[in-house]
């Protein structure tokens, strides 16, 4: 295989509702897009994950623009390829950019699969016909808008509840939710807002039954993290502090999590995300596919990732229609009852809407 022309473009999306993170709210969704055509004339599409401001990484929509145009486009196209595991080596000289190189790699994965005429999904490993779907709620205006969301959220079938919470919206709000739903499946994402001077909250949060708490403490402080856990009973999973499998083993060896969310953008690409799942596998680290508010392309590799057998708890990768007016895929991602049923078509098994595409896009440069 051999990549003979990229299509780079960056659009902007407005979102159904505005996200809130104890970082700040989004509204419009900035990203890019990567399609790589073959010398066979297939083509593979990668969506990068970074957002306007590096608010969750140091990554943003324009530092991925320069890192893909003056590096990672330049180290892959005309090259011949037998497997995407060969970008992680072609790339080796450029540090980090983790979205970046991942908007390619998944480029190169769909296109791999297209060529073999296999699925994505069955191209990484994966075997699931179907995967469990969470939502992931953001910070509300009062606790009563939230719990309606929990209830509508709950009528529709999503598998857990994820609330996102800061410092002044955090005990008060999972004491209410219990109080409202008792049984629902339901996690915390702090997003990196504390540190051990609030082990108490956590300890107090203990008694809700939470599947786990997401992130509470910095991106890279693992001591920390394995310090709280000793503490609390609630499992706690690591986001923001795992960029790669190093950083998975780390966090195992010091007991600094009991359960790891993969974002294929955060660690650099799907094989780098298959070794953190293999890794956590044969540690017993149950592992779940996060989101970044994707579009429909970047949406369809989490939704091929979540088929690997470790997937085991309900991942952030809610229907089409959760974000988004219209979708820049067709089919549509869709939950029914809590499932995405997985496509079995070669590569990601969606169709990209040219169309909507373009009426998105803002800006768009092709290499060859
Ligand atoms: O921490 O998981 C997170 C969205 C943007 C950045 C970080 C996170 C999130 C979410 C939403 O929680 C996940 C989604 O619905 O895509
Ligand atoms: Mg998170």
Not at 214 to 239: S, V
Request: proline share 4%; net charge negative; hydrophobic share 40%.
């Amino acid at each position: 295989m051999k990549i003979q022309e990229i299509s780079l473009r960056h659009l902007k999306m407005r979102m159904r509702s505005p996200f809130a993170t104890s970082f700040g709210t989004m509204q419009d969704k900035e990203f890019l897009l990567l399609e790589a055509k073959s010398v066979n004339g297939h083509i593979g599409w990668g969506e990068s994950v970074a957002f306007d401001t590096p608010w969750y990484t140091e990554e943003t929509v324009k530092t991925n623009w320069h890192m893909l145009e003056d590096f990672i486009i330049p180290a892959v196209i005309n090259r011949e390829l037998e497997h995407p595991d060969q970008i992680t080596c072609l790339l080796s000289s450029i540090r980090k950019n983790n979205m970046a190189k991942s908007a390619l790699e998944g480029a190169v994965w769909d296109l791999y699969s297209k060529e073999k005429g296999i699925s994505l999904t069955r191209a990484l490993g994966g075997n699931k016909g179907k995967i469990e779907v969470g939502v992931s709620i953001g910070i509300q205006k009062t606790i009563d808008d939230l719990l309606q969301l929990i209830d509508r959220y709950t009528a529709k079938g999503y598998k857990r509840m994820k609330v996102k919470i800061k410092p002044g919206w955090d005990l008060e709000v999972i004491r209410e939710i219990r109080k409202n739903f008792p049984e629902v499946p339901l996690m915390a994402d702090a997003n990196s807002a504390y540190t051990l001077n609030d082990t108490d909250l956590f300890k107090s949060l203990d008694e809700y039954g939470l599947m786990m708490i997401e992130q509470p403490l910095a991106a890279n402080d693992f001591i920390d993290h394995a310090k709280l856990q000793k503490q609390i009973t609630t499992p706690i999973c690591l986001d923001e502090s795992i960029h790669s499998y190093e950083d998975a083993r780390i966090a195992i060896e010091l007991k600094a999590c009991q359960i790891i969310n993969i974002k294929i953008g955060r660690v650099g690409g799907l094989t780098e995300a298959r070794r953190i799942h293999n890794l956590c596998k044969d540690n017993k680290i149950p592992v779940w596919c996060g989101g970044m508010l994707e579009a429909g392309i970047g949406r369809a590799h989490n939704i091929a990732l979540t088929t690997l057998s470790n997937f085991i708890l309900p991942g952030d990768t809610a229907g089409s229609s959760h974000y988004w007016e219209k979708d820049i895929i067709y089919p549509e991602v869709v939950v029914e009852n809590g499932y995405i049923n997985v496509p079995d078509h070669p590569g990601i098994g969606y169709e990209p809407n040219r169309e909507t595409i373009r009426q998105f896009t803002l800006n768009e440069k092709i290499f060859s």
